[in-house]
């Protein structure tokens, strides 16, 4: 499948590696929009938000649930903001689902 984070996960393009295990991968965003921003996916290749279903729910709370960690392990300290884009008009550019993990620095109180 030509996918880009499917080749991320899969090690074929690389990637600047925060976290791993057999699940998820996180890794810092290759055009960062704050001091910290990391990209926290699934293996597994869903879509977006609107594919994810009771089958592979588990990836999204399992992800929640390193989200934490991740932040920590990306050197965040101070608070971070969690974002998913969905579709066209969310301006999704990769067609995999993932979570935007962005801090390090005094966020605006509004993203776009
Ligand atoms: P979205 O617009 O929500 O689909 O986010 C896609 C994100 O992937 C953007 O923030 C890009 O900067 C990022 N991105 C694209 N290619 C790469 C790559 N090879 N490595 C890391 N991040 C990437
Ligand atoms: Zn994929």
Redo the contacts with the bound molecule.
Sequence with gaps: MDC??CK?ANGE?P??KVYEDSYILA???????AKV?V?VIPKEHIPSCDFVNAGNSFNVSYIFEKIPHIAKEAGITNGYRV???CGED??????HL?F?IIGGEKLPEHIR
């Design positions: 880009l984070f991320i393009i990637s600047k890794f810092h965003d290759i055009n960062p929009e921003h990209l974002i998913t884009n969310a301006c999704q550019s990769v067609k993932h935007h």
